[in-house]
């Protein structure tokens, strides 16, 4: 049986609803897609719940228009800086000399079980390595023999408040939250190969209003967080510096912005429209790249930073990949390559088989990625009080992704 499947990602600047239809064998063929722009979010959470609805809702009727199917439940994604991920690890004696299913629930239970405040809710639960008895390193646990199972966990959390804001907002536009995802986990879904997963990559999703960070090693997830900065504070740059209202200062910004002066030309000159009224004048282009390199500058020095901390910064063999709409900055990935020191590619949700040529950019990643965690996720998977086995599948489905 066929199954249909939406994704919403509800960001910063717009909102992009997919809708695919799944085979049974797992196979997704895109049926159509809406778009709206959004006011109703600050920096990645819902402020405004009134707009936020009517941006969905006019996503949601566009998708539904074009694939000419009606959407009643959605996989949405979820940012902000409320976000945490967090490492934990648990043990478990092995029942009957073999680890079964239930040895890993129980382990994975133990490791879930570190505190975690009532006001937060647990997003994500990805395994990143088992060890039974001495031996480390194990991936699929089931079957082998042992008295003892350790278990490395990865858990994702959010501000229950956020959250419920967000699934009010989807209720309310008519489409059921059936699960919600981390936005940059999504994204690493449409936009990251299997073997950058595996020697160790950061994604870093620059959207209007956040920077998402996730890091992968070793085919897992090591680290995730969210800082509350994106295009949105260079577009306020470039009004403030400019002296042009926001509108003029965000369209300059998108058509001739640059993230570094090296990229360039020294008689380059654009027309900027003054406030008031006030005549449009000419000025340097390079006057716009130095009003927005110190910006962005600052956003990935504070990606290096967190990458420092967090200690995943030396395990990045890959280098690291940029998605959001801020990443088509030009010059951006010249400005990463200077501040990270690694090398860097544009990732594009390039994983979701015949995305229409206008939603190959890098601001779709997150969408596309929605889509393929549903088709992932195992019968049972979801957001709320899944059932134990589905539960269970959905842990190992999660880890079955990060490997395959
Ligand atoms: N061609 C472009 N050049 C430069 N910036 C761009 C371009 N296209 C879009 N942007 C900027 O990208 C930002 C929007 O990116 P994106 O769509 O990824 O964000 P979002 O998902 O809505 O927000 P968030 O993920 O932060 O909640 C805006 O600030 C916009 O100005
Ligand atoms: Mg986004």
């Not at 994604?77 to 945490?84: D, K, N, S, T, V």
């Not at 939250?177 to 999703?205: C, H, K, Q, S, Y």
Request: overall charge neutral; charged content about 20%.
């Amino acid at each position: 049986m066929k199954k249909i499947l939406a994704g919403l990602d509800v960001g910063t600047s717009k909102v992009c609803a997919l809708v695919a239809e799944c085979s049974t064998e797992g196979d997704l063929a895109l049926l159509g897609y809406g778009l709206a722009p959004c006011a109703g979010l600050r920096k990645g959470v819902v402020v405004n719940i009134e707009a936020t609805v009517e941006a969905i809702r006019a996503a949601l009727r566009e998708a539904e228009k074009t694939a000419a199917v009606r959407i009643g439940a959605v996989i949405v994604g979820i940012a902000g800086a409320h976000i945490r991920g967090l490492n934990s690890h648990g043990i478990v004696a092995v029942r009957g000399g073999e680890v079964g299913a239930r040895d890993v629930e129980r382990v994975i239970d133990a490791a879930r079980a570190v505190a975690i405040p009532l006001d937060r809710e647990v997003l994500h639960v990805l395994p990143q390595q088992f060890a039974v008895d001495d031996q480390e390193g194990v991936r699929d646990p089931i079957g082998m023999a042992g008295v003892r199972l350790e278990a490395r966990i990865h858990i994702v959390t959010a501000a229950q408040s956020y959250s419920q804001n967000l699934a009010k907002c989807c209720e309310r536009a008519g489409a059921s939250p059936t699960e919600m995802v981390f936005e940059p986990l999504a994204a690493a879904n449409a936009a990251l190969f299997a073997e950058e997963r595996e020697l160790g990559v950061a994604l870093v999703d620059i959207g209007g209003g956040t920077t998402g960070v996730i890091v992968f090693h070793g085919g897992t997830v090591m680290h995730a967080v969210v800082l509350p900065v994106g295009g949105s504070h260079v577009s306020a740059d470039v009004a403030t510096g400019l002296r042009t209202p926001l509108a003029e200062a965000e369209q300059l910004k998108i058509a001739y912005g640059a993230s570094t002066v090296r990229v360039v030309g020294q008689d380059e000159s654009v027309r900027v429209a003054g406030v008031g009224g006030r005549e449009p004048r000419p000025i340097a282009r390079r006057l716009l790249a130095e009003i927005i390199g110190p910006r962005m500058e600052e956003i990935l020095t504070l990606v290096r930073r967190e990458l420092e901390r967090s200690g995943a910064f030396q395990n990045l063999v890959s280098g690291v990949v940029l998605v959001g709409g801020t990443s088509l900055l030009e010059g951006t990935q010249e400005l990463a390559e200077q501040v990270f020191n690694l090398p860097i590619r544009r990732g594009l949700p390039a994983n979701l088989a015949g995305m229409p040529e206008d939603l190959m950019k890098p601001m779709y990643a997150t969408a596309a990625g929605l889509v393929l965690h549903g088709a992932h996720a195992a019968p049972g998977a979801g957001f709320g009080k899944p059932g134990r086995l589905g539960r269970l599948r959905t842990l190992m489905g999660e880890w079955v992704r990060e490997f395959f």
